[in-house]
């Protein structure tokens, strides 16, 4: 049995106060055995460290450090996802606010436009980023030519790029020059390859939903922070699998 701490805070007012339930609905959490700290199964009069506690909740990590944000920005084309550029480009740091400091969660490269995650939680970070989970990413390309029935198949199947075969993909044809392509791996212009990879150019990329997390009313260059039921579905489909239909 994990022995209860002096110190820090109740874990049931964490809970409540990162939003998972009112301070009741969090005891019975507790007592029903549904939420562990540091992989162990949490009793009642827990108290923990939120700076440094991994908390969860029927295996889903919440957020309880305080200070967390979580922004959804709408990446315009030409802005770099980097600190600082030499070339003196604009860094997607310069359209969120400068404090707290954040980080991207993945990359999208100068050209593509669309969702991305900027954050301070390195807990949900790490979880993303983790090669074992793949958290889906769905494009729109245009490109300069229609993709052949063959084509199609081999991008659903998985292509040969110069750093390895691509797992299989979701495609779908949404027009005559327009793609509508789904991965969970993160490599490099990877669409932009993969379609290269078929015999077409990609002329334009839009990431257009991250894992659960989609927003089409988001004007490019715009952000928006996260609900936190919005971080939470995006932890959940990270450790669960979780995946969406493809859209046609």
């Given amino acids: 049995m994990t022995d209860v701490s002096h110190e820090g805070e109740r874990l049931q007012k964490v809970l409540a106060r990162c939003g998972v339930g009112s301070r009741r609905v969090c005891e019975d959490l507790i007592d029903e055995g ?84 900027l954050t301070n939680d390195g ?56 793609v509508r392509i789904v991965i969970h791996e993160g490599r490099n212009r990877q669409v932009r390859r993969m379609c290269e990879a078929v015999g077409s150019t990609v002329v334009r990329l839009v990431r257009t939903r991250i894992g659960p997390l989609t927003d089409p009313t988001l004007p490019p260059g715009s952000w928006r922070p996260l609900s936190f039921d919005e971080v939470v579905a995006l932890s959940t489909s990270a450790t669960t699998g979780d995946k969406a239909p493809l859209r046609r």
Avoid: W
């Avoid at 991994?54 to 920005?73: F, K, N, Q, R, T």
């Avoid at 990446?75 to 997607?92: E, F, N, Y």
């Avoid at 292509?159 to 979701?170: C, R, S, W, Y």
């Fill in 123 to 178: 807990q949900l970070t790490q979880l993303l980023a983790h090669p074992s989970f793949g958290v889906e990413k769905e494009y729109l390309a245009e490109i300069d030519r229609t993709l052949t029935s063959g084509a199609l198949r081999k991008l659903r199947d998985g292509v040969e790029l110069e750093d390895g075969m691509t797992a299989p993909a979701k495609v779908a044809l949404v027009a005559e020059h327009l």
């Fill in 34 to 117: 549904r939420v562990t700290v540091d992989g162990e199964v949490a009793i009642l009069g827990r108290r923990v460290d939120p700076l440094t506690a991994v908390i969860e909740v029927d295996g889903v990590l919440i957020p309880a450090a305080p200070g967390l944000v979580h922004y959804l920005l709408n990446k315009p084309a030409g802005v770099v996802c980097t600190a600082s550029d030499p070339q003196g480009r604009p860094t997607v740091l310069d359209l969120v606010p400068e404090d707290p400091r954040v980080f991207t969660v993945g990359r999208l490269d100068a050209e593509t436009e669309g969702l991305l995650i």
